[in-house]
């Protein structure tokens, strides 16, 4: 019987780790530990940057994409353009050939076979003559100062690679875009702190930059914006979180499109922590493993320890039954109920009232990761993606 009573507060405990006791635990080490406290700014010499749009079939909106990403406020004859064309078949070619005879600092680079985003990458690398690269999808549109945000802090040897925050339109809001929306607040939140302890987990495919000299081949089911960064740890750099270097995009849309990208972001990414974390030495780099098993790795088994806290505890209350965990078990059903009552609305394509959706949404997000896990112990693999947000190009705040 002790058995089931450890399982019930294990569970219990790494259910609420990620969420709660790890931002708290960050913020009082923060405190005490912190390595990012004193950052130098470049200040004239400013580098030579790559930008790197990722595209496939993306001809609503990368006319937009190159038209904001030349008006940005960076020297002109510092930046240059790339945009990897991963087969479009579309007009998105077309529409970039157009660019480039307007434009000598815009290069087409087209793989004739879909392969994916992360060998699009390496190619896109091969090309590129920046100092600093930074990475963007064809849908995420940057403030005026963006670059300069994600470059400045590279004046620190220490600093890798720079991410910025990837801000949802509001306009194509819903209930599945209001949930993300607020998941990716907390998420703000996190890498603020991580980024002031050592450095922030993981990037972000939408905005973030990097010393080129950091790049490594990526293998074509790598997730680049996850692997990429695990890397330059694993080499001794760190990663910086600048919540001024701001780009906008739409979300997902609807929680079906949501439950399909979470189930192949952490597909990706669990095989990424499974083929790289050999690069990594435990001592000297303990402060990040703590960070990524404490903000990725625990949560992506977040439905597995529920499951088992709520077995376990409907073992308790037929064995030895007390209020406690009688109320456990009610307020655990009632989750479940409420986000059981969301997705059938979901189905019906009727409103879902908050205290719905967002149940809803959190098991959504976290069936769909324990399902990627099971996917890549299988042996499933994801190497080209689908569009998951509808476009609303140019909407720049």
Request: aromatic share 16%; net charge neutral.
């Amino acid at each position: 019987m002790i058995i089931i009573y450890i399982l019930f507060w294990l569970s219990a405990f790494f259910l609420i780790y990620p969420y709660i006791i790890f931002p708290v635990l960050l913020i009082l080490l923060t405190k005490h530990f912190a390595s990012n406290k004193h950052l130098k700014e470049i200040e004239n010499k400013w580098p030579f940057v790559t930008f790197i749009i990722s595209a496939y079939n993306e001809e609503q909106v990368i006319s937009q994409k190159i038209q904001n990403t030349i008006e940005l406020d960076y020297p002109k004859d510092k930046l240059e353009i790339i945009v990897i064309s991963d087969a479009s078949n579309d007009n998105t070619d077309d529409i970039v050939q157009d660019w480039a005879v307007k434009n000598e600092n815009i290069l087409l680079v087209r793989q004739n076979q879909r392969k994916g985003k992360s060998a699009g990458l390496n190619l896109g690398i091969r090309n590129a003559k920046g100092e600093v690269v930074i990475f963007s999808d064809a849908n995420a549109f940057y403030k005026n100062d963006a670059v300069y945000e994600l470059v400045k802090y590279f004046a620190n040897p220490d600093i890798g690679y720079v991410i910025g925050a990837a801000l949802y339109n509001e306009e194509t809001g819903n209930e599945s875009t209001e949930s993300e929306g607020l998941y990716w607040e907390f998420e703000i939140f996190i890498k603020k702190i991580e980024s002031r302890f050592y450095s922030v987990v993981g990037g972000d495919g939408a905005i973030y930059a990097i010393r080129r000299k950091l790049f490594w081949n990526l293998e074509d089911d790598d997730i680049n914006d996850f692997v990429n960064p695990l890397q330059i740890v694993a080499k001794g750099y760190k990663g910086l979180f600048n919540p001024q270097a701001i780009c906008y995009e739409d979300a997902a849309g609807d929680f079906q499109k949501e439950f399909h990208r979470k189930r192949r972001i952490v597909n990706r990414s669990w095989r990424a922590v499974k083929r790289y974390i050999g690069w990594f030495d435990v001592k000297s780099q303990f402060k990040y493993l703590f960070e990524l098993f404490s903000h990725k790795v625990i949560r992506w088994f977040s439905m597995f320890f529920f499951v088992v806290m709520y077995l376990a505890n409907l073992f308790i209350l037929v064995v030895a039954p007390n209020l406690f965990y009688l109320l456990s078990f009610l307020l655990q059903s009632l989750l479940i109920v409420l986000a059981l009552t969301g997705y059938y609305l979901n189905l019906q394509q009727k409103n879902i009232p908050r205290l719905a959706y967002l149940p809803y949404y959190y098991f959504l997000v976290n069936i769909a990761a324990l399902l990627g896990i099971i996917d890549e112990s299988k042996g499933v693999k994801y190497t080209v993606w689908e569009h998951v947000r509808e476009s609303s190009a140019g909407k720049i705040k």
